[in-house]
């Protein structure tokens, strides 16, 4: 699976092209539309974009690991993590995407 990754950069030369505004007023657009996201996170709220999914931040607690190599009981401290959930509709595009690109190599 070969993968490209979409940059800052690249949203904002799509908000150019899509809706017209200057290029530099496309890239403020999307560092607004990032920081606002990532303010609501740290503040510990979830942020949900219709049809694409929502973002939460998950609080997880002190755990005893296991280092592979040794096998040595590592405690693990509590922390924050963050949590992606599809919405049905990107899930739905998503697998149609694939069964789309399966159907040639299926015959």
Do not use: H
Not at 22 to 42: Q, Y
Not at 43 to 69: A, C, H, L
């Amino acid at each position: 699976m070969e993968g490209r990754t979409i940059t800052r950069a690249d949203l904002s030369e799509s908000v150019f092209q899509e809706v017209g505004l200057s290029r530099n007023e496309s890239s403020d657009l999307v560092e607004t539309i990032l920081a606002e996201v990532v303010e609501a996170l740290a503040r510990g709220e979830s942020v949900k974009i219709s049809s694409f999914g929502s973002f939460t931040v998950r609080d997880k607690g002190q755990r005893v690991g296991r280092n592979p190599k040794t096998g040595q009981e590592v405690p693990i401290l509590p922390r924050r993590v963050l949590v992606f959930r599809a919405s049905n509709v990107l899930k739905s595009l998503i697998n149609g995407a694939a069964d789309e690109s399966n159907k040639g190599s299926l015959g």
